[in-house]
């Protein structure tokens, strides 16, 4: 079967197992995971869990079971905590 040519090569597995690719799940305003309601506007705490939404299609409290729950960080924090080898 060829591949449409806006999907990802693991979208045809992820509609199979979810329901829908990360794109459509996205179009229709849902978590491909927990099938929630999703605005991009106002469910995420930071811009780069908007960005992870983008790319996963992952709501807010998904995004923090496999990444966990922090608090976010500005990026001045983590290149200091990078740069001073602090791995708290």
């Given at each position: 079967m060829?591949?449409n040519?806006?999907e990802?090569?693991g979208d045809?597995?992820l509609?199979?197992?979810?329901g829908?690719?990360?794109k ?6 849902l978590?491909?995971?927990?099938k929630?309601?999703v ?6 705490k ?10 996963t ?6 995004q923090d079971k496999?990444?966990g729950?922090e608090e976010?960080?500005?990026s001045?924090t983590?290149?200091?905590?990078i740069?001073?080898g602090?791995d708290?």
């Open positions: 060829a591949q040519e806006d990802r090569p045809p597995f509609r199979q197992m979810l829908y690719s990360p459509e799940a996205r179009a229709a305003g978590c491909i995971v927990c929630k309601s605005n991009p506007k106002t469910d995420f930071d811009e780069l869990s908007i960005r992870e939404y983008g790319i299609a992952h709501c807010q409290s998904c496999v990444f729950a976010p960080q500005n001045s983590v290149f200091s905590t740069l001073d602090d708290n």
